[in-house]
């Protein structure tokens, strides 16, 4: 079935530094891909995505590249900030209307100023 | 901004007892979802729900569990005879239709004592 593999946390990085969170995925066909992040003590909240090979998808600073060779979906910002401080979690979904999403495990992300 | 909101935030509940949890999905979605966390483990997807009746289902999702829209605007899951590996965040999400964007709840965390 499908899957989703992020890299081991929690990551701790000071404001300003590069972040990449890795994310590969086994899925047949051509899923969707999704980051969702969540911020203490809120729901989880859509964060960017990417629908086909080559989208990248971006918000607040974050970027994701569709990687279909690798089945990868690498998330990252060039400068992190204090506020990024959150738990990020890789999803997919295949293409279909009723598509549950397959969440990857999370991985913790603190900042320090 | 429309959101979802589910109720309890958090709620403790003896071994073998009967447990609702409530969730309001966004008015005009379609689709409706129940996810859980166990604490440091993935996002599992338990259930999904559309035209009043279940879509899919996992392996989790047996028949301790349930789920129902009683009244057009909320979507209850309720678990019977609960037992103490139901401890977990359960969330809530709806979508609008087919391929839009899932929003979830801020969600309740279950602990069984």
């Known amino acids: 079935g499908d899957s989703v593999t992020q890299m081991e946390g929690p990551v701790t990085l000071s404001e300003e530094a590069f972040l990449t969170i890795n994310c590969t995925y086994t899925?047949?066909?051509?899923?969707?891909l999704f980051w969702y992040v969540q911020y203490p003590g809120e729901g989880l909240q859509l964060l960017l995505k990417?629908?086909?090979?080559?989208d990248k998808g971006s918000n607040k600073g974050f970027e994701a590249t569709y990687r279909k060779e690798t089945t990868s979906f690498h998330l990252e910002k060039g400068s992190v900030q204090v506020s990024d401080s959150a738990v990020y979690f890789c999803?997919?979904?295949?293409?279909?209307?009723?598509?549950?999403?397959?969440f990857g495990k999370g991985i913790t992300l603190s900042v320090r100023p | 901004e429309p959101e979802v909101t589910q109720t309890p935030s958090h709620q403790v509940t003896q071994m073998g007892q009967e447990v609702i949890l409530r969730c309001v999905p966004i008015?005009?979605?379609?689709?409706f979802y129940w996810y859980r966390q166990i604490l440091g483990q993935k996002v599992e997807f338990l259930v999904s729900f559309y035209n009043n009746e279940i879509s899919e289902k996992s392996e989790i999702f047996d028949d301790q569990f349930s789920v129902e829209r009683p009244d057009g605007s909320n979507f209850t899951l309720k678990i019977r005879s609960t037992k103490l590996e139901d401890s977990a965040m359960y969330f809530c999400a709806s979508r609008e239709g087919a391929n839009t964007e899932a929003f979830f709840g801020q969600g309740t965390r279950l602990t069984v004592v």
């Open positions: 899925a047949t066909g051509y899923p969707s």
């Open positions: 999803a997919l979904t295949p293409a279909g209307a009723n598509s549950k999403l397959t």
């Open positions: 990417a629908t086909k090979a080559d």
């Open positions: 008015s005009n979605h379609l689709y």
